[in-house]
């Protein structure tokens, strides 16, 4: 059981290139969250699903697009890569049970020069 | 709008002491709320979800309390140990929502 796993770990891109980070996760959870980390900031909300096929808009999803095609996969792209979204990027799943657990992966770090 | 307060200062005690971190929130009425833990370099780690009808809950060394009337969340480790030390996030979450809304955290150094 891998949990959730973010690829890749690390990434450096130029102001306007465009990339996509991947989340997969084995524990069949329906919903599926992408956050963002700044010093000082926490963690922020960018998109989210409730299920395969659906997404929805979090607190700072501007600049960011997601697709959920597969139920074990969240994807999470910048279209054109702006300095301001240098950050370190969490994916996390939940089941739909009460507790509300999230389990998040080890995080990648974006950086845009 | 609806704000989370965790002391940004770190926390510095020495082993074996009770470390105690705070979370207040203003602005909304959170039916649950969560504590994570997140070491350098990693995602959050779950540990603990108190009801807003529960005053407080345990896990071990772990004690988290909820006061909705102060609005206000106490995270307490007993008997600390170094190996406690890492950041810890609050997140308050409303009855029916699919999002949780996390605190910045608080560092916690624990010196032998």
């Known amino acids: 059981n891998a949990g959730v796993t973010q690829t890749p770990k690390f990434r450096v891109l130029k102001t306007g290139q465009s990339m996509t980070l991947l989340c997969a996760q084995d524990m069949n959870h329906e919903y599926m969250y992408w956050y963002r980390q700044d010093p000082g900031m926490g963690l922020r909300l960018i998109h989210y699903?409730?299920?395969?096929?659906?997404?929805a808009k979090g607190e700072v999803p501007d600049g960011y697009n997601v697709s959920r095609l597969k139920k074990q996969n969240f994807l999470l792209g910048l279209e054109s890569a702006a300095p301001s979204q240098t950050s370190v990027y969490f994916c996390?799943?939940?089941?739909?049970?009460?507790?509300?657990?999230?389990?998040f992966g080890p995080g990648t770090r974006l950086t845009v020069t | 709008s609806q704000k989370i307060e965790q002391n940004s200062e770190a926390l510095n005690i020495q082993e074996g002491k009770t470390a105690t971190l705070t979370c207040n929130y203003t602005?909304?009425?959170?039916?649950?709320l969560q504590w994570y833990r997140q070491d350098p370099g990693r995602g959050p780690v779950f540990l603990l979800l108190?009801?807003?009808?529960?005053k407080e809950k345990r896990k071990e060394r772990l004690k988290v309390t909820f006061d909705t009337t102060l609005k206000q969340s106490l995270f307490h480790i007993t008997a600390s140990q170094p190996a406690d030390s890492a950041t810890y996030l609050c997140?308050?979450?409303?009855?029916?929502?699919?999002?949780?809304?996390f605190g910045t955290g608080t560092q916690l150094k624990v010196e032998l």
């Open positions: 602005n909304y009425s959170p039916a649950y």
């Open positions: 108190i009801r807003e009808n529960e």
């Open positions: 699903s409730v299920g395969e096929g659906t997404t």
């Open positions: 996390a799943s939940r089941t739909t049970g009460i507790t509300y657990e999230q389990y």
């Open positions: 997140a308050p979450r409303r009855g029916g929502g699919n999002k949780l809304t």
